[in-house]
């Protein structure tokens, strides 16, 4: 059984290796009861602020007691549905925190699709976005990156070490990616291959719909640059 002051240490550990630090914007997507939370908050300092967001209100009342008792004034706690809209504006977000979200957006859902679209627009060229893919075995963590990939995200390193993990520390391992900004030029690629390996006779329903969600995206992705 860790004390919460253990977690806590442990979880302040973690984000500074990652490369968390003073003044920076965090997003902590699908926060929980906070534990990264609250040592984002003390990293990045009173010139950096950490939005913590999440639909569980009970969780959430938990966080607001926490900070609240240790008195940190830059945190903000926002109970809303990220797959949806994330209440941020575009390209003001330097670190976003993926961790342990896939219970709930698997892999080949559309909804995991939707939460990355946002994780895009809100975080700046270049930011640093950390994934801890708990519950997920290795075909779909294999399916994630392509995903990521596919949404303008390269892999920059995997981050084998120690995290708290529902309650616990346990072994794990960190994927950071960092958005690019050629999203429209791998779209453009994507839709061209594609039509390269289209039959001249016969088109499966399957390819159809892949080729017009990837032209989609694609106009996502080039009204996002304008």
């Not at 040592?39 to 913590?52: D, F, I, Q």
């Not at 009970?58 to 940190?72: H, N, P």
């Not at 995991?112 to 075909?139: D, G, M, T």
Request: with cysteine; glycine share 4%; hydrophobic share 35%.
């Amino acid at each position: 059984m860790y004390s919460e002051e253990q977690l806590e240490r442990h979880t302040e550990k973690v984000l500074r290796e990652i490369g968390i630090e003073e003044n920076q914007t965090i997003l902590d997507c699908c926060c929980g009861s906070g534990i990264y939370t609250t040592a984002a908050a003390e990293l990045v300092g009173e010139g950096g602020s950490v939005y913590a967001v999440d639909t569980n209100s009970e969780k959430l009342k938990d966080l607001r007691q926490k900070v609240d008792s240790v008195g940190l004034q830059n945190i903000e706690i926002m109970e809303e549905n990220v797959e949806s809209k994330i209440s941020l504006p575009s390209s003001s977000v330097d670190v976003v925190l993926l961790y342990d979200i896939f219970w709930y957006f698997r892999p080949t859902e559309n909804k995991l699709a939707r939460l990355l679209q946002e994780v895009y627009r809100v975080a700046k060229v270049n930011a640093l976005i950390s994934v801890y893919p708990a519950h997920l075995n290795l075909h779909e963590l294999k399916q994630f990156k392509n995903e990521m990939e596919n949404k303008g995200f390269s892999l920059e390193d995997e981050y084998s070490s120690q995290f708290v993990h529902e309650g616990r520390i346990e072994k794990g391992k960190l994927l950071n990616f960092k958005k690019t900004n050629n999203q429209v030029k791998k779209f453009e690629k994507q839709i061209a291959d594609l039509k390269a390996r289209l039959p001249a006779h016969s088109v499966s329903p399957s390819m159809i719909e892949k080729l017009e969600k990837l032209e989609e995206e694609l106009e996502e992705a080039k009204k996002k640059r304008m």
